[in-house]
Every structure is written in C-alpha cells, then in structure tokens.
C-alpha cells in the first residue's frame, strides 16, 4: 500500500508543500436513520417509530413519527391518518396530514383528506382533494387558546384552494 511520505526538512515536514490547496474536510456527522417500507410490503394496523420512514409499498391504518420525516415514494400508496414533523409525498395519501413542521406535495402526488400544517409546497401537477390549515409557527398545536383564537377558513375557500392546487 503506498502511502504519501512525510519528509522533513529542518526539523518541519513539507506535506503542505505537496499539497498547496488541501481539499477541505468533511465532518461526518451520525448516520441519518430512515426506515424503509418496500414496494412489496403491505401493513395494515397502526405505526409509529423513533427514525424517519420512507414508504413504497402500501399503509392501511395510522402513521405517528411527531418528530421525523415521513416519506411517500413514487410506488407508495398509503390510506391512513399521518401525524409527523415532515411530511414529502411523492405517491398517494388517502387520509389526514398533521405535520408539526410542513408539507410537500411533489407533481406526482396526490393527497385526498385534510392537511394541517405551518409550512406547505405544492407543485404544478400535484393533487389535492381536501382542506388545507396553514397554522402560525408562534402557536402551540396542543394549546386550548390557540384552536379558540385561530382563525377558521371556509370551507368553500379550502375547497377553492385545493381545486386551484389540482389545477
């Protein structure tokens, strides 16, 4: 194995001269954990983990990652009730969304039930069938003040919105 040597001269090595522009070093950090569902995998019942989720078989029932990222792929096809920091959809949500942080629906993905979030993205293509909540980041989800206090769109507006998304 040949590794680059070290001479020195006076007493100082001259690796830095070999080298006048070092690449910079990366700092590793820990692995990302993420779960994967294939696309031949069916679950039916309720899921929740520590770690995020990537889905591209299919999910009758309930999702609860509060603190993760879940992740529906091309293939995914999920009819349940999602509850996440994150949410990416890229195949088809037949169920509610209540994300803590926000949501984005990819051109290929379509949704079907109500979306709750602070944040949300919508590409050209995607389907929305349903109402949409943009909350404020200030409040708390949990808060009885803060369901009293925020305002509640109509529906026919959340319907309006939704149809304009589809478009």
């Known amino acids: 194995m040949l590794q680059p ?4 001269y006076g007493g100082k090595s001259n690796a830095q001269d070999q080298h006048p522009n070092p690449a910079p070093v990366k700092n590793v950090g820990a692995p990302v954990e993420q779960a994967t569902i294939g696309r031949t995998l069916v679950i039916k019942g309720e899921l929740s983990a520590a770690e995020s ?3 591209d078989g299919r999910i009758e029932g309930k999702i609860s990652l509060p603190d993760h990222r879940v992740t529906i792929g091309r293939n995914g ?4 009730n999602i509850t996440a920091r ?8 037949a169920g509610n969304i209540q994300c803590t942080d926000r949501v984005d629906i990819r051109s290929e993905g379509s949704v079907a039930g109500d979306v709750s979030t602070i944040r949300i993205s ?11 909540e943009v909350r404020s980041g ?8 803060a369901k009293a206090d925020a305002p ?6 959340a319907k309006g919105l939704a149809a304009t998304a589809s478009a």
């Open 53 to 55: 989720l990537y889905i």
């Open 122 to 132: 919508i590409e050209d293509g995607a389907v929305v069938k349903g109402g949409i």
């Open 138 to 145: 200030e409040r708390k989800q949990n808060s009885p003040s």
């Open 152 to 157: 509640k769109a109509g529906t026919d507006q």
């Open 77 to 80: 096809i999920v009819q349940a």
């Open 5 to 8: 040597s070290e001479y020195s």
């Open 86 to 93: 994150e949410v990416v959809v890229m195949g088809k949500v």
